[in-house]
């Protein structure tokens, strides 16, 4: 969406350099300045925004209903200060666009820890997104897979034990919840 928009105030004439907003040369005389480029891309935006479908809504109806999985019971974050740089930004994409369809615990306490997992998985959550008319960059793609392959080598297999210990809390408290949801009564 953002080359498209891009494309168009290029097409009507305004400069797309930060450079070039900032020296003056906006684009189409300088009275017209960066207001005007502002305004446009707020309203191209807009525009955009109407026209694409919402992702799914993945999450709970409610606050009681049981997740479609046990991981979606596990943390939403990750204490990432400890990671490398490379990592950390890594999180940061993978926290800002898979948390758009379903909640940042799926990943990060499912149980895949191979790569070529989570490069599959990854993939598939692009195409659904793509369906709904949400272009990823392919590098934002790799940055999550990098992420989620590094964060499962550190929390998973180095300790592993840890690591299944919670899967198995997580699984108990998914189990307890169906039976809640079945019977109406808390255990």
């Known amino acids: 969406m953002k080359k498209l928009v891009m494309a168009l105030l290029d097409s009507l004439g305004f ?21 005007v480029f502002v305004l446009l891309t707020g309203l191209l935006l807009s525009a955009c925004d109407k026209k694409v479908s ?31 740089e490379k990592q950390r930004e890594n999180y940061r994409v993978f926290m800002a666009v898979c948390g758009t369809c379903h909640t940042a615990a799926r990943p990060l306490n499912a149980p895949y820890i191979d790569r070529d997992v989570w490069k599959r998985y990854v993939h598939k959550m692009h195409l659904k997104m793509k369906g709904h008319g949400i272009e990823l960059d392919p590098g934002d793609e790799e940055k999550i897979e990098d992420f989620l392959a590094y964060d499962s080598q550190v929390r998973k297999i180095v300790k592993k034990e840890e690591f299944q210990t919670h899967q198995e809390k997580l699984k108990k408290l998914f189990e307890e919840a169906r039976e809640k949801d079945r019977t109406g009564k808390s255990n």
């Open 15 to 35: 400069s797309l350099s930060p450079c070039a907003c900032l020296s003056g040369r906006q684009g189409r005389g300088e009275g017209e300045g960066f207001g």
């Open 54 to 84: 919402s992702p799914p809504d993945n999450h709970p109806q409610s606050e009681n209903a049981t997740p479609p999985f046990y991981y979606d019971l596990g943390s939403t974050t990750v204490d990432v200060s400890g990671y490398p």
